[in-house]
C-alpha cells in the first residue's frame, strides 16, 4: 500500500517539476512571430509590386505562412514560386499570372514630358523616383524594382518601362550564344524541308 | 627549420597542385625582336575602362596629342585612358569591345594625323619624388596590371597591410605568348628600375622575380641585370622555376614560391604577398621616370595563319584587323582569331576591336593547330579533371550541378575558386567544355546575388518608406490637432456665427445649383436647341411666389413652341438658325457675367434678374456643352469669358453701367415708339427668323403686354435697361475681346450691336409687333398673362423673366443681323 502512495506522490511531484519547467520554457523561449514568414520573405523577390494583391512582399509572405497559394508572385517567376513550395511542402503550380517576361525593366521617365505632378513619387514603393512638386522627375534606375506601379498614375504618359541594357558587367555567357549555321547546310535543309512540301502541294 | 626568407634566399620550390603540360609553340614569335608596326587610320579606345565614373576630357573634333588623357575621374578605382597617337577624335560612340560578348561599349575613335607626336612629357628624377607622389604619377600614367587582369596597379601598390614579399611574373605560361619573354630580353635594365620603384613604394624584405625554365635567355638577361642594379644585395633574386601550365596564374605562383595558399575569397596583400607582371613593372618605371603614360604595350601576334609572327609594340587602341593587316594575315575558313592564348584566350565575334592594356596575345592559329571543337560527349567520371585541376576543386561535380543547373550546389563545391584556366577541359577524354560551363554557371551565380543584394536594398527602401509614411502622418495629426486647439482658444463668438453663417450660405448656393440642374433636366425633352433654352428660361424664374408665373409662361412657351416648329419647318435655313442660337448661348453667358459684375450697384429688382440671368448662365454653359452644333467653338469662347471676366468684367461693368443709364432713357422711348408703332415693317423680310428668335419676342410681347395692363412704364423701362445694359455690356465685351481674339461671333455681333442700341430695340419690338396679330394662338397665353398681372409681385417676376428673354431675343437677333445680310441696319 505505502509502495503504491509512494509512487503517486513521486509521479505527481515529477509532473509538477515538469509542468513548471515547461511553463517556465514557455515564457522563456517564446517565439515572436511566425519564423517562417522571414524564411519566406527572403525567398520573395521583394518587387513590392503588389500583383499577388497584397500591398507588398511581407503581407504575402505571412499570407503564405497562413496557407495562401505560393504561386502568385510573377516577378520572381517560376524558380522563387519552387522554392516557396518546397519550404512550403507543397506541391508546386504553374504561376498564376500570365507568364510575364522574364526580361527586368526599369521605369523610365521622358523628362521633357514631365510635368512634375509627383504621382509616381508617391507609387513608388520603394522611393526610387525622385522630384518636386512641378519639377522635373527621375529614376533612379538602380534601386527601381520594375513594379509597373508608376506608370498607371502618371497623368501625361511619360513613364516607359525599359528593359535593363546588357553591358559587361551584366552580360550572360548564355544569352549571347551566337548561333552560327553553316550556310551549305541551312541550304540543304532548306532544299530537304521544301521537297516534301512540294510532293504534299502535288498530292493535293 | 628554416624559415620562409631563408627558403626564398635558398631558391626551394612547392609544388602547386594540379596543372598540364600542353605543348610549346613559343618559338613561333620568341626569335625576333620586338618591332613595330606602322600606324593604323584610327584607333578605338573604350572609356572608361577600368573604374566606371568619369568624364571624358575630350570631345568630338579635339585635337589630341600622343599621352592626352581622355578621361578624368575621382574615384580611387578611376584609371585614366590615354591617346595613343596624335590625331582628331572623330567620333565617342559605342563600339564592338574586345571582349567575349562583343557588346558594344563606349569607344573613343582618334583619326590618326599619322606625326605620331607626343604631347608633352615631364621626366622625373626619382629621389625628388614622394610616395603619394611616385604613386599619382602611376595612376594618372593609367598603368593596370599587363599580365591580362587589367587591375590598376596603383592600387596594388598601396596596400593596407604590410608586404613582405614581392613576386615579379615573368612566368608566362600560356604555350603560344612571349611577349613577356622579349620584352626581359630586351628591356631588362628597364624591368629592374621598375622593380626599384616598386622595392621603394612597398620596402618588402625579399623580391623574386619568376621565370620559367623555358625561358633560359630571358633569366640570364634579368639575373644580369639584378647583379647590376643598387638594389640591396640579397633582397633580390630571379627564381627559375619548372615549366608547367598555369604556373602564371598568381595563387599558383605564390603556391610554387613560398608553399602558402591564398585562402579563398582572400587576397595575396593579406598574406604579405604582391605579385606584379614583368610589363607592369617596365611600364612602371617609363611613367615615373619619363612621365610617358601607358599608351602602347607587347602583343605577341602568333599563329601559323600569320606570316610575320612574332612581338610588336602596339599603341592601345589599335584596330586587331589593322594588326592582322601588317603581319600579313591569310584567313582561311572558319578562321579564329583569338585574344589571350590558347588555354584562356577568347574568339573575337569581330575584329573591329581594339588592343587593350590587358591584351598579351593574338593569336591566329591554323585548323591544324587549333581544330574545331570536337563533340562533346557523355563525362565517364574519369576524374582526370580532378587530377589536372590547379584549384583543387572538383571539376566532374561542379560539371554536374551546372549542367543540371544547380547553381546553388555547383556554388557549394566552391565554383568560385574556379581561375578558368581551361586544364580540365584540356585533359577531358570526353572534350566536355567544361570551363564554359563554369563561366555560365559564375555568370548565373553572379545575376543570383546581384539579384538577392537588390531585393535586399528593396526592402530595406520599402521599410525605410513605410516608416516614413507613418512618421509623415503622425506628424500631420499632431499638427492639425494643435491647430484646432489654436482655433478653439482664440475663436471669439461671432466668428462661429460668421463661420456658420457662411456654411449656411454655401448649402443654400448648392441647394439652388441643385434646383437649376434638375430644371434643366425635366425640360431638356424638346426637340429643338432653341426650346430647350427658351424653357431653362422660364425655369430658372420659380423662385419665391414666382412659381405660377412660371407655370404659366412654361404654357404660353410650350404652345409658341408648338406653332414655332411648324413654322420653322417651312424654313430652308433651319441648321443656320441653329447653329446662331447656339452662339446666342454663349453671347447670353457672358452678358449674364457682365450683369453679376454689375449685382452690387444695382436695385432689388436687378439683383432678382441678375439671379436669373446667373442661373440662366448656368443652363446655357451646359447647353452650350452638348451643343452638338458647335462644341469647339463654343468651348473656346467660354474659355475665354473666364479668362476674361476677372479683369474686364469689372471695366466692362464700369461703362456698361454708364452706357446703361443713357441707354435706358433712350430705351424708353423706343419701347414706347415700339409698342405704337404695331404692325406694317417687313415681316417678309423676318420670314426666316429662327424659331428661338420667334420664341423669345413672343415672350417679350408678353413682357409688353403686361406692361399695358399694368400701365407702368417702370417695368418696360427695366426690359429696356437691362437690354440696353447687356447691349452696352456686349458691345464693351467685345472692345476688350477684340484684343484677345475672340470667337467671330462675338466681334459680328459688336459690329451689329455698335451702330445703335436704340435700332437694334426697335427691331426687336418690331418684330414681337409683328409676331402677335400672325400667331392666334398666342392670343390665350397674352390673356392669362393679363390676369397675372393683377398682381403685382407676380407680374414683376413675370417682367424679370422677360427681361431675361428680351436679352436673349435681342442677342440672337443681332447674331442673326450679323449672319443674315437682309437685316435693318445695312
Same mark, same amino acid.
Given at each position: 500500500m505505502s509502495g503504491i502512495l509512494i509512487a503517486v506522490i513521486l509521479l505527481t511531484l515529477l509532473a509538477l517539476v515538469f509542468g513548471v519547467l515547461l511553463g517556465f520554457a514557455a515564457l522563456k523561449f517564446k517565439v515572436e512571430g511566425n519564423p517562417i514568414v522571414d524564411e519566406l520573405e527572403a525567398i520573395?523577390? #521583394?518587387? #513590392?509590386?503588389? #500583383?499577388?494583391?497584397?500591398?507588398?512582399c511581407r503581407p504575402y509572405a505571412e499570407a503564405i505562412a497562413n496557407g495562401?497559394?505560393?504561386?502568385?508572385c510573377p516577378p520572381g517567376g517560376t524558380a522563387t514560386m519552387e522554392k516557396l513550395a518546397t519550404l512550403m511542402g507543397v506541391e508546386p503550380e504553374p504561376?498564376?499570372? *500570365?507568364? #510575364?517576361?522574364?526580361?527586368k525593366k526599369v521605369a523610365y521617365i521622358r523628362e521633357d514630358e514631365c510635368?512634375?505632378?509627383t504621382k509616381c513619387i508617391q507609387a513608388c514603393p520603394v522611393d526610387a523616383i525622385i522630384g518636386a512638386g512641378k519639377l522635373m522627375h527621375t529614376v533612379l534606375t538602380t534601386d527601381?524594382?520594375?513594379?509597373?506601379?508608376?506608370? *498607371?498614375?502618371?497623368p501625361v504618359d511619360c513613364i516607359d518601362m525599359i528593359p535593363v541594357t546588357q553591358n559587361l558587367k551584366n552580360w550572360n555567357w548564355r544569352l549571347n550564344a551566337i548561333p552560327v549555321t553553316l550556310i551549305q547546310e541551312t541550304l540543304s535543309k532548306e532544299i530537304q524541308s521544301k521537297d516534301p512540301q512540294l510532293e504534299e502541294e502535288k498530292r493535293c | 627549420m628554416l624559415t620562409l626568407l631563408d627558403q626564398l634566399d635558398k631558391g626551394t620550390l612547392w609544388r602547386s597542385p594540379g596543372g598540364i603540360h600542353p605543348p610549346e609553340v613559343k618559338f613561333l614569335s620568341n626569335a625576333t625582336p620586338i618591332g613595330q608596326l606602322p600606324l593604323a587610320s584610327t584607333y578605338l579606345v573604350p572609356?572608361?575602362?577600368?573604374?566606371?565614373?568619369c568624364t571624358l576630357a575630350v570631345k568630338v573634333g579635339d585635337k589630341v596629342l600622343?599621352?592626352?588623357?581622355l578621361t578624368q575621374g575621382t574615384s580611387i578605382w578611376h584609371l585614366p585612358v590615354h591617346?595613343?597617337?596624335?590625331?582628331?577624335?572623330v567620333a565617342i560612340e559605342p563600339r564592338a569591345s574586345?571582349?567575349?560578348?562583343a557588346l558594344p561599349v563606349n569607344t573613343c575613335v582618334i583619326a590618326a594625323d599619322g606625326k605620331d607626336t607626343w604631347c608633352e612629357l615631364v621626366p622625373n628624377q626619382?629621389?625628388?619624388?614622394s610616395h603619394q607622389q611616385i604613386v599619382d604619377k602611376i595612376r594618372s600614367a593609367g598603368i593596370?596590371? %599587363?599580365?591580362?587582369?587589367?587591375?590598376?596597379?596603383h592600387i596594388k601598390l598601396n596596400p593596407v597591410s604590410e608586404i613582405d614579399l614581392v613576386i615579379i611574373n @615573368?612566368?608566362? /605560361?600560356?604555350?603560344? !605568348?612571349s611577349a613577356d619573354d622579349r620584352l626581359m630580353r630586351e628591356y631588362s635594365q628597364d624591368i629592374l628600375a621598375g622593380i626599384g620603384i616598386i622595392h621603394r613604394l612597398l620596402a618588402p624584405k625579399r623580391i623574386v622575380i619568376a621565370i620559367e625554365d623555358n625561358k633560359p635567355e630571358a633569366a640570364k638577361a634579368m639575373q644580369a641585370a639584378v647583379n647590376q /642594379?643598387?638594389?640591396?644585395?640579397?633582397?633580390i633574386r630571379v627564381t627559375v622555376i619548372p615549366t608547367?601550365?598555369?604556373?602564371?596564374g598568381e595563387k599558383q605562383l605564390i603556391q610554387i614560391i613560398t608553399g602558402r595558399e591564398v585562402p579563398s @575569397?582572400?587576397?595575396p596583400a593579406k598574406l604579405g604577398i604582391v605579385v606584379h607582371n614583368v610589363g607592369t613593372a617596365f611600364a612602371i618605371h617609363q611613367a615615373v621616370t619619363? @612621365?610617358?603614360?601607358?599608351v602602347e604595350r607587347v602583343v605577341t601576334v602568333t599563329g601559323?595563319?600569320?606570316?610575320?609572327p612574332g612581338n610588336y609594340w602596339l599603341? !592601345?587602341?589599335?584596330p586587331v584587323d589593322h594588326v592582322l593587316t601588317a603581319t600579313e594575315f591569310t584567313p582561311e575558313a572558319e578562321q579564329k582569331v583569338i585574344i589571350g592564348?590558347? %588555354? %584562356?584566350g577568347h574568339a573575337l565575334a569581330n575584329i573591329q576591336v581594339p588592343i587593350l592594356k590587358g591584351t598579351n596575345c593574338i593569336l591566329v592559329p591554323s585548323s591544324q593547330e587549333i581544330g574545331s571543337a570536337p563533340e562533346e560527349k557523355a563525362c !565517364?567520371?574519369?576524374g582526370e579533371c580532378a587530377t589536372a585541376c590547379p584549384a583543387l576543386l572538383l571539376p566532374q561535380q561542379l560539371f554536374w550541378h551546372a549542367k543540371a543547373e544547380e547553381y546553388d550546389k555547383a556554388a557549394s563545391y566552391?565554383?568560385?575558386? /574556379?581561375?578558368? /584556366? @581551361?586544364c580540365c577541359s584540356y585533359v577531358c577524354p570526353s572534350d566536355i567544355p567544361l570551363v564554359e560551363y563554369y563561366r555560365i554557371a559564375k555568370s548565373a551565380l553572379k545575376q543570383a546575388a546581384d539579384e538577392k543584394q537588390q531585393a535586399e536594398r528593396a526592402k530595406q527602401r520599402f521599410d525605410a518608406r513605410l516608416a516614413r509614411l507613418e512618421e509623415e502622418k503622425l506628424a500631420r495629426e499632431a499638427k492639425a490637432k494643435e491647430a484646432a486647439e489654436r482655433r478653439q482658444a482664440t475663436m471669439t463668438g461671432t466668428d462661429k456665427n460668421a463661420v456658420a453663417e457662411a456654411m449656411a450660405r454655401i448649402a443654400a448656393k448648392k441647394a439652388a445649383a441643385a434646383q437649376a440642374a434638375t430644371g434643366g433636366a425635366t425640360i431638356e425633352?424638346?426637340?429643338t436647341a432653341e426650346l430647350n433654352a427658351t424653357a431653362t428660361d422660364t425655369t430658372a424664374a420659380p423662385k419665391g411666389k414666382a412659381a405660377v408665373a412660371a407655370a404659366i409662361a412654361r404654357a404660353k412657351a410650350k404652345k409658341a413652341a408648338q406653332a414655332n416648329t411648324e413654322s420653322t419647318k417651312t424654313h430652308s435655313v433651319e441648321t443656320d438658325s441653329a447653329q446662331i442660337d447656339s452662339s446666342a448661348n454663349v453671347d447670353e453667358t457672358e452678358s449674364a457675367t457682365d450683369v453679376i459684375a454689375q449685382?452690387?450697384?444695382?436695385?432689388q429688382k436687378d439683383k432678382v434678374a441678375a439671379a436669373i440671368a446667373r442661373a440662366k448662365a448656368k443652363k446655357a454653359a451646359q447647353q452650350t456643352d452638348t451643343a452638338p452644333l458647335e462644341p469647339t467653338e463654343t468651348a473656346d469662347s467660354t474659355s475665354e469669358l473666364n479668362a476674361a471676366d476677372d479683369k474686364k468684367a469689372k471695366v466692362a461693368a464700369a461703362v456698361a453701367r454708364a452706357k446703361a443709364k443713357k441707354a435706358a432713357q433712350q430705351a424708353e422711348t423706343n419701347a414706347e415708339n415700339g409698342l405704337n408703332q404695331t404692325a406694317t415693317p417687313a415681316v417678309d423680310s423676318k420670314a426666316n427668323v429662327q424659331a428661338d428668335v420667334n420664341d423669345d419676342t413672343e415672350a417679350a410681347a408678353t413682357d409688353i403686354n403686361d406692361a399695358e395692363a399694368i400701365k407702368k412704364a417702370k417695368v418696360a423701362a427695366a426690359v429696356a435697361r437691362a437690354k440696353a445694359k447687356k447691349i452696352a455690356a456686349a458691345s464693351a465685351e467685345s472692345k476688350t475681346d477684340a484684343e484677345i481674339e475672340s470667337v467671330d461671333v462675338i466681334r459680328a455681333e459688336a459690329n451689329v450691336a455698335s451702330p445703335s442700341i436704340a435700332a437694334t430695340l426697335d427691331t426687336a419690338t418690331t418684330e414681337a409687333d409683328a409676331v402677335l396679330p400672325s400667331q392666334g394662338s398666342a392670343a390665350e397665353p397674352i390673356e392669362t398673362a393679363q390676369l397675372s398681372s393683377e398682381e403685382l409681385k407676380k407680374a414683376r417676376i413675370a417682367a424679370t423673366i422677360a427681361k431675361a428673354k428680351a436679352k436673349k431675343a435681342a442677342l440672337a437677333q443681332e447674331a442673326n443681323a450679323s449672319s443674315d445680310s437682309s437685316v435693318t441696319n445695312d
Open positions: 520573395l523577390p #521583394q518587387t #513590392q509590386c503588389g #500583383q499577388c494583391g497584397y500591398p507588398g495562401d497559394k505560393v504561386n502568385k504561376l498564376n499570372a *500570365e507568364a #510575364q517576361s522574364q526580361v510635368i512634375g505632378c527601381c524594382t520594375g513594379c509597373d506601379l508608376c506608370v *498607371e498614375p502618371c | 572609356v572608361p575602362q577600368v573604374g566606371e565614373n600622343k599621352g592626352t588623357p591617346a595613343p597617337t596624335s590625331g582628331t577624335v574586345n571582349h567575349a560578348s626619382l629621389d625628388d619624388l593596370a596590371g %599587363m599580365g591580362g587582369a587589367a587591375f590598376p596597379t @615573368g612566368v608566362e /605560361c600560356e604555350p603560344y !605568348i /642594379c643598387g638594389l640591396p644585395a640579397g633582397s608547367k601550365y598555369p604556373s602564371g @575569397g582572400s587576397i619619363q @612621365g610617358k603614360p601607358l601559323k595563319n600569320v606570316s610575320k599603341p !592601345i587602341g589599335t592564348g590558347p %588555354m %584562356m !565517364i567520371r574519369c566552391n565554383l568560385k575558386d /574556379c581561375i578558368e /584556366c @581551361g425633352q424638346p426637340a449685382e452690387a450697384p444695382l436695385s
